[in-house]
């Protein structure tokens, strides 16, 4: 391009170096398509789940070296540094140096779930319109944490699959099935015809929970911190329990709610 005066100008040169301008280009997201998970206990537990699909990964020497040869022998995977990986990922993104790109996990059906279900007790957690994928990660991770067989969302008004969702998982994401369906009141009748005693928390329920809690199978319902439960999913309800806090506190952040309420369902 000519300046007026004549004078040719060249553009100006990138401040990083050949080959980092190389793989930049080479790994722009715009020309890919699937899902970038990224964190070190979220990819270590993709990397670990046989159903997860993964395509490679990008990842710094350290973080490398957290992974470990075998995970990382499984996939195509090359080296950067920190700015590298974080080039490919939205501004922000806490990747602890690595990044995995793979396919979304397959759906799973409620049926299929329930029958490889094992042990003396099972418990369901139901999430009624909880959207926010740092309060649908966190949940995760507590279910995770304290056994829980099954999630169940419904289609419309559940978190996507993404990096954030799995960040707040911390690795949950490929540890508890995710059961998507249309209409969660109908999933409700049927965990009923199951025999699964089925619990809405609310503020204001019959009793609390520790009163009201089943030593069989059990469902738990939680509903979004604004709207609540919806009509239809309580009346769906073989009870409503509320956790007993005190009134100068008007309410618990939903995946605190859900860390307590599971606690005590685990502890009964």
Same mark, same amino acid.
């Not at 391009?1 to 004078?7: L, Q």
């Not at 401040?15 to 930049?24: S, V």
């Not at 009624?128 to 966190?138: E, F, L, M, S, V």
């Not at 099935?177 to 969660?184: D, E, S």
């Given at each position: 391009?000519?300046?007026?005066?004549?004078?040719?100008?060249?553009?100006?040169?990138?401040?990083?170096?050949?080959?980092?301008?190389?793989?930049?280009?080479?790994?722009?997201?715009? @020309?890919?398509?699937?899902?970038? @998970?990224? $964190?070190?206990?979220?990819?270590?537990?993709a990397l670990s789940n046989p159903k997860r699909f993964v395509r490679r990964a990008i990842l710094t020497e350290r973080a490398a070296e957290e992974i470990g040869p075998k995970l990382l022998s499984r996939l195509k995977h090359e080296i950067t540094d920190m700015h590298g990986v974080s080039r490919i990922? &939205?501004?922000?993104?806490?990747?602890?140096?690595?990044?995995?790109?793979?396919?979304?996990? &397959?759906?799973?059906?409620?049926?299929?779930?329930?029958?490889?279900?094992?042990?003396?007790?099972?418990?369901?957690?139901?999430?009624?319109?909880? *959207?926010? &994928?740092?309060?649908? +990660?966190?949940?995760?991770? *507590?279910? =995770? =944490?304290?056994?829980?067989?099954?999630?169940?969302?419904?289609?419309?008004?559940? &978190?996507? !699959?993404?990096?954030?969702?799995?960040? #707040?998982?911390? +690795?949950?994401?490929?540890?508890?099935?995710?059961?998507?369906?249309?209409?969660?009141?109908? =999933?409700?009748?049927?965990?009923?015809?199951?025999?699964?005693?089925?619990?809405?928390?609310?503020?204001? $329920?019959? +009793?609390?929970?520790?009163?009201? #809690?089943?030593?069989?199978? *059990? %469902?738990? %319902?939680? $509903?979004? !911190? $604004? =709207? +609540?439960?919806?009509?239809?999913?309580?009346?769906?309800?073989?009870?409503?329990?509320?956790?007993?806090?005190?009134?100068?506190?008007?309410?618990?952040?939903?995946?605190?709610?859900?860390?307590?309420?599971?606690?005590?369902?685990?502890?009964?």
């Open positions: 391009m000519k300046r007026p005066d004549g004078i040719s100008k060249r553009r100006a040169e990138p401040k990083f170096d050949r080959d980092r301008r190389i793989f930049h280009k080479r790994h722009d997201t715009k @020309l890919e398509s699937g899902l970038w @998970l990224y $964190g070190l206990h979220a990819v270590r537990s990922l &939205p501004d922000g993104a806490v990747h602890q140096g690595i990044a995995i790109l793979c396919e979304p996990l &397959p759906r799973v059906e409620l049926d299929a779930v329930l029958e490889q279900s094992h042990g003396d007790r099972r418990i369901v957690l139901v999430l009624d319109q909880i *959207t926010d &994928p740092h309060n649908a +990660g966190a949940i995760l991770r *507590t279910a =995770a =944490a304290f056994g829980v067989h099954a999630i169940v969302v419904q289609d419309r008004h559940s &978190p996507p !699959e993404s990096g954030v969702l799995a960040k #707040a998982a911390s +690795g949950a994401l490929d540890l508890v099935p995710i059961v998507h369906v249309v209409n969660i009141a109908r =999933a409700l009748e049927e965990l009923g015809r199951r025999q699964f005693w089925r619990i809405a928390l609310t503020g204001d $329920g019959d +009793g609390s929970l520790k009163d009201v #809690a089943h030593t069989g199978d *059990t %469902v738990l %319902v939680l $509903g979004s !911190e $604004g =709207a +609540g439960i919806r009509k239809l999913v309580r009346e769906r309800c073989d009870v409503t329990a509320y956790l007993p806090i005190e009134p100068a506190v008007d309410s618990l952040n939903v995946s605190n709610a859900a860390a307590v309420a599971l606690y005590e369902l685990r502890r009964n």
